[in-house]
């Protein structure tokens, strides 16, 4: 298994290197003779009094960076913001730059959230402003309605939500609802200037509003969507108090939706997504041999059912073919009960769970978050195979005993399981390989 083992690491790796923002903005944004050229729409630098960038999110850093190195002697019109997790170098003194947190909001987040709404009030229509949104961007830029609502309060409210188990798409059209600066709020902001939103998407294909919990996209959620889901989630004794009873209360107002004024002058273009890093292993998958297949029936699954599925169609397509490759992108969700403190993420969660499925058998599986950080540990990711039940009891940590405490990343390093990459300026949701020779 040695050989799969490090074939699933190269395909892995591969993916993650050709999936970056420094390839793709320069393929896909060009500046020539004063215009600026985004997938085929050109504008004219020379016709705004200003240009705005703001950039937020996991990947804001190396998207700002390579976006002002793509516009040459242009780059002298650009001032803006820049919002990230880890410190970042300012371009030029027409920046300010926030170290926000993720995945709970901070006070940079709140601090970069109100220098974002006064830097976007003033502009007009002989304005423009490009946003580059990556995923985090939700944690990493926070304001919520009632400008009352304590940091506490905002980051218990996030705390509450990643951790309850929802899609994504739910998470987000909770926190569009709450907050001032998401769900087409930072376009209604901005407007009437003339906006370019330019996007990596850590979300599912063409749900771009859930971007981040889109700031400056119509919102196809609505409140009915809300309060449904707060209701199927169970959120109601997981949220602070005073958020609780805004649902309650059924107080909250609906965002900007498709056909709004706001978006009248606003384009978006997705620079990357989940497709391009299935598109990127599977051809590095071809290149060493595997017959490649992709299926994400599984997005927002919860871990151990998408393990079960994704085990089972591997075993599937093993019936007929040799050296199967089986691809899926997207997230799996984990329910962390209240009380829980073990070290781990969803990817890591699933690789052990996918564990227990294939016992002696030559499978390898690995999942990986494409940002590099996996829940509340330092790891990607992890890999198992068909012995690490077995070498987890030999370390006397089991398999079992890991899932139950919600401690995969103590278990996965024992084992040297654990993918540490560290944070890799990317997010593209999370990526799972499956090899069986």
């Given at each position: 298994?040695?050989?799969?083992?490090?074939?699933?690491?190269?395909?892995?790796?591969?993916?993650?290197?050709?999936?970056?923002?420094e390839?793709?903005?320069?393929?896909?944004?060009?500046?020539?003779?004063?215009?600026?050229?985004?997938?085929?729409?050109?504008c004219?630098?020379?016709?705004f009094?200003?240009?705005?960038?703001?950039?937020?999110?996991?990947?804001?850093?190396?998207?700002?960076?390579?976006?002002?190195?793509?516009?040459?002697?242009?780059?002298?019109?650009?001032?803006?913001?820049?919002?990230?997790?880890?410190?970042?170098?300012?371009?030029?003194?027409?920046?300010i730059a926030?170290?926000?947190?993720?995945?709970?909001?901070?006070?940079?987040?709140?601090?970069?959230?109100?220098?974002?709404?006064?830097?976007?009030?003033?502009?007009?229509?002989?304005?423009?402003?490009?946003?580059?949104?990556?995923?985090?961007?939700?944690?990493?830029?926070?304001?919520?309605?009632d400008?009352?609502?304590s940091?506490?309060?905002?980051?218990?409210?996030?705390?509450?939500?990643?951790?309850?188990?929802?899609?994504?798409?739910?998470?987000?059209?909770?926190?569009?609802?709450?907050?001032?600066?998401?769900?087409?709020?930072?376009?209604?902001?901005?407007?009437?200037?003339?906006?370019?939103?330019?996007?990596?998407?850590?979300?599912?294909?063409g749900?771009?509003?859930?971007?981040?919990?889109?700031?400056?996209?119509?919102?196809?959620?609505?409140?009915?969507?809300?309060?449904?889901?707060?209701?199927?989630?169970?959120?109601?004794?997981?949220?602070?108090?005073?958020?609780?009873?805004?649902?309650?209360?059924?107080?909250?107002?609906?965002?900007?939706?498709?056909?709004?004024?706001?978006?009248?002058?606003?384009?978006?273009?997705?620079?990357?997504?989940?497709?391009?890093?299935?598109?990127?292993?599977?051809?590095?998958?071809?290149?060493?041999?595997?017959?490649?297949?992709?299926?994400?029936?599984?997005?927002?699954?919860?871990?151990?059912?998408?393990?079960?599925?994704?085990?089972?169609?591997?075993?599937e397509?093993?019936?007929?073919?040799?050296?199967?490759?089986?691809?899926?992108?997207?997230?799996?969700?984990?329910?962390?009960?209240?009380?829980?403190?073990?070290?781990?993420?969803?990817?890591?969660?699933?690789?052990?769970?996918?564990?227990?499925?294939?016992?002696?058998?030559?499978?390898?599986?690995?999942s990986?978050?494409?940002?590099?950080?996996?829940?509340?540990?330092?790891?990607a990711?992890?890999?198992?195979?068909?012995?690490?039940?077995?070498?987890?009891?030999?370390?006397?940590?089991?398999?079992?005993?890991?899932?139950?405490?919600?401690?995969?990343?103590?278990?996965?390093?024992?084992?040297?399981?654990?993918?540490?990459?560290?944070?890799?300026?990317?997010?593209?949701?999370?990526?799972?390989?499956?090899?069986?020779?």
């Open positions: 298994m040695q050989d799969v083992r490090h074939e699933i690491l190269k395909i892995a790796q591969y993916a993650l290197d050709t999936s970056r923002v390839r793709a903005i320069p393929e896909r944004i060009h500046f020539t003779d004063g215009l600026m050229q985004v997938d085929g729409s050109s004219c630098l020379r016709e009094e200003r240009c705005v960038v703001i950039a937020m999110g996991k990947a804001a850093d190396p998207m700002v960076t390579s976006f002002l190195a793509c516009s040459g002697e242009e780059v002298k019109r650009f001032e803006g913001i820049i919002v990230a997790p880890d410190p970042v170098t300012l371009p030029s003194e027409k920046f926030f170290h926000a947190g993720h995945p709970t909001p901070n006070a940079g987040s709140v601090q970069a959230a109100e220098a974002i709404l006064e830097k976007l009030k003033p502009l007009t229509e002989r304005d423009l402003v490009v946003f580059l949104i990556s995923g985090g961007g939700s944690s990493l830029v926070e304001q919520f309605l400008p009352k609502t940091l506490e309060t905002i980051a218990a409210t996030h705390k509450a939500l990643v951790e309850s188990g929802a899609p994504i798409t739910a998470i987000n059209a909770i926190r569009k609802h709450l907050s001032a600066v998401k769900g087409g709020r930072l376009a209604a902001a901005a407007a009437p200037a003339k906006q370019l939103t330019i996007a990596v998407s850590d979300v599912p294909a749900r771009l509003d859930a971007l981040s919990s889109g700031p400056t996209t119509p919102d196809e959620s609505t409140l009915a969507d809300v309060y449904a889901a707060v209701d199927r989630y169970g959120l109601m004794n997981r949220l602070p108090a005073s958020v609780a009873a805004q649902f309650a209360e059924r107080s909250l107002v609906e965002t900007p939706k498709p056909g709004d004024a706001v978006f009248a002058r606003s384009r978006w273009s997705i620079l990357l997504d989940s497709t391009s890093l299935e598109a990127a292993a599977g051809k590095r998958a071809a290149e060493l041999g595997w017959h490649v297949a992709v299926d994400n029936t599984c997005d927002d699954w919860d871990a151990k059912d998408a393990a079960r599925y994704l085990v089972d169609r591997l075993r397509l093993r019936r007929t073919q040799q050296r199967v490759c089986l691809l899926s992108a997207g997230e799996v969700t984990v329910t962390v009960p209240h009380g829980a403190n073990g070290s781990g993420g969803r990817n890591q969660h699933f690789v052990l769970e996918t564990s227990r499925l294939i016992v002696n058998d030559e499978i390898a599986v690995l990986m978050g494409s940002d590099g950080v996996d829940g509340n540990s330092p790891a990711g992890g890999i198992a195979d068909g012995t690490t039940m077995d070498r987890a009891v030999r370390q006397g940590y089991s398999v079992e005993q890991a899932l139950a405490a919600f401690d995969s990343y103590p278990l996965l390093m024992r084992l040297e399981d654990a993918i540490v990459t560290g944070p890799t300026g990317n997010n593209l949701r999370d990526l799972r390989v499956l090899l069986a020779p």
